[in-house]
């Protein structure tokens, strides 16, 4: 009892240490002062709803004081949140003033007027209420949903109250936007987000030349990401009728004839980018739309537009009928011709984009015939051992990929293709690992390319398995280093083929007893 008593005592302690329990036996309380916030002072005109007076104390101050106490950390927050709520409605309240400061329904001779003969008060869901004295002339004119609340007993003054409004401010400052006679200059260099704010109210009040207004203004100015899509999210929840609306999101949708040729368009900017001149700028090209390919996929839209399996697989075969026709002329080449190192060097461009290609159809699920083409390339498996290994190393890079993305499941191929794929490129790459593994300008990750020539063997009958790392064997003991060091495999396979797992099997039938009761 008395260990589970000091267990608990420990746990109340650490409580009141992290501040989430008060210990009353400490006693800090210096008197903290509550100030109330409130809306600023309105004119005799009563525009803005006055506050209330101040609770008053016992003694000459007029300060909150709380009881001798210690906070928890619970409460501080709780303090701090609403510290910040009464700061934000101060906000608030001064734009509100400030917006009615210099509305021009104040002042008693705006457009040869009368004082207004409109009470309007609009009132938030927090209480907060402004009152406007405005004119139902202007009212009538500017909104169809004013000039029908407003139609009847004329000459009689009206009180109109708005309530349950998301935003004072903005109901206020429409009302303020049908006193004005250039609404486009009064609109600039507003927030999008205000002007949203803005086009809500307009549309609800029926407020057509606000709802143009803000309209232009959206379709003029440029947004942030987040700015569309809160633009393309309120434009389509007020199912505005209007031709501007439809100027505005012309940015952001495709019309049917752009659809079509979608796959016209995949092609051209794949196409620039492996055909580019500046390799920086192809680098950086490559980066960019593998990664738009790759958003465009986690979004998982229906609507989305992607580039189709047939136009990659196009550039796979130009790609590979580059790479023939470059190896064909390199080994034919002798010093009479044009130089040695720009030919190398249009090897290692194909072979790079080939990888890119890859790289996307891998992404896309749609590689597994791409290993079937890559091992039936007979012919350029022997033109590539005819290359001096510095200039060829790239083209192996395309088999590691292939391993890599099979030994992690994200290609499935039949057993034949991928012995085919060993058979016909597994010794190339043995022959160019150190070049690929030592390559200044982009090395491999040496333990992922291990890792997926493994699992690829692996993945073989245990005949073919032992032909191939009987085969590792003999040259990783000439080699070293400079040979994939696939050692994990070679153990699986020795298991595999020497260590007899002999187990009795249990005889798992069903075994079912009749018995008789007495009855």
Request: charged share 25%; with cysteine; net charge neutral.
């Amino acid at each position: 009892m008395a260990a589970e008593n000091a267990l608990k005592s420990r746990e109340v302690s650490a409580m009141i240490k992290q501040g989430f329990i008060s210990d009353q036996t400490l006693s800090f309380s210096p008197s903290r002062s509550i100030s109330k916030l409130y809306s600023p002072t309105s004119s005799p005109s009563k525009t803005l709803s006055s506050p209330p007076q101040p609770p008053q104390l016992a003694g000459s101050t007029q300060s909150l004081t709380r009881p001798s106490q210690s906070h928890t950390l619970y409460e501080m927050m709780s303090d701090e949140q609403h510290r910040d709520s009464k700061l934000a409605d101060r906000k608030v309240h001064e734009k509100v003033h400030k917006l009615l400061q210099n509305a021009p329904f104040r002042n008693p001779n705006w457009g040869g007027l009368v004082s207004g003969d409109v009470r309007l008060t609009v009132v938030a869901k927090d209480g907060f209420r402004v009152t406007m004295d405005v004119h139902k002339s202007v009212l009538a004119a500017k909104s169809r949903f004013f000039a029908d609340k407003l139609r009847k007993d004329r000459g009689v003054s009206h009180s109109v109250e708005i309530s349950d409004c998301d935003d004072v401010e903005v109901y206020v400052e429409t009302v303020v936007l049908m006193y004005c006679e250039d609404l486009k200059r009064r609109l600039m260099g507003e927030e999008v987000s205000r002007v949203l704010g803005l086009l809500k109210v307009s549309a609800a009040i029926m407020y057509d030349e606000g709802i143009g207004s803000c309209l232009e203004y959206l379709k003029a100015v440029p947004w942030s990401e987040e700015e569309e899509g809160k633009v393309i999210s309120q434009l389509n929840e007020l199912q505005l009728h209007d031709d501007l609306a439809g100027e505005v999101l012309l940015r952001v949708s495709s019309e049917p004839s752009t659809s079509a040729r979608a796959d016209e368009i995949f092609m051209r900017l794949l196409t620039g980018v492996l055909q580019a001149k500046d390799d920086r700028a192809r680098r950086e090209m490559k980066t960019l739309i593998s990664r738009l390919l790759r958003e465009d996929a986690a979004s998982g839209s229906n609507n989305r537009l992607d580039v189709s399996k047939e136009t990659l697989y196009h550039l796979c075969h130009r790609c590979l009928s580059s790479l023939v026709l470059c190896l064909s002329e390199a080994t034919g080449m002798d010093d009479s011709r044009r130089d040695r190192g720009v030919l190398m060097a249009e090897i290692a461009r194909e072979a790079d984009n080939m990888q890119w290609i890859v790289d996307i159809l891998v992404d896309k699920k749609m590689g597994d015939e791409f290993v079937k083409l890559w091992a039936d390339q007979k012919e350029l498996a022997v033109l590539h051992s005819k290359i001096p290994t510095m200039y060829r190393h790239e083209i192996s890079r395309i088999t590691a990929q292939l391993c890599i993305a099979i030994g992690s499941r994200q290609l499935l191929v039949p057993k034949e293709t991928r012995f085919s794929l060993l058979s016909t490129w597994l010794e190339a790459l043995y022959e160019d690992f150190g070049w690929m593994r030592r390559a200044s300008f982009r090395s491999i990750d040496k333990k992922l390319v291990e890792e997926g020539i493994s699992q690829t063997i692996l993945t073989l009958p245990l005949q073919q398995q032992q032909g191939i790392l009987l085969n590792w064997f003999d040259r990783f003991l000439n080699k070293g280093d400079d040979c994939p060091n696939i050692q994990k495999a070679f153990e699986v396979w020795w298991r595999r083929a020497f260590i007899k797992h002999v187990s009795e099997q249990e005889n798992t039938q069903l075994q079912i007893t009749l018995c008789d009761y007495p009855s």
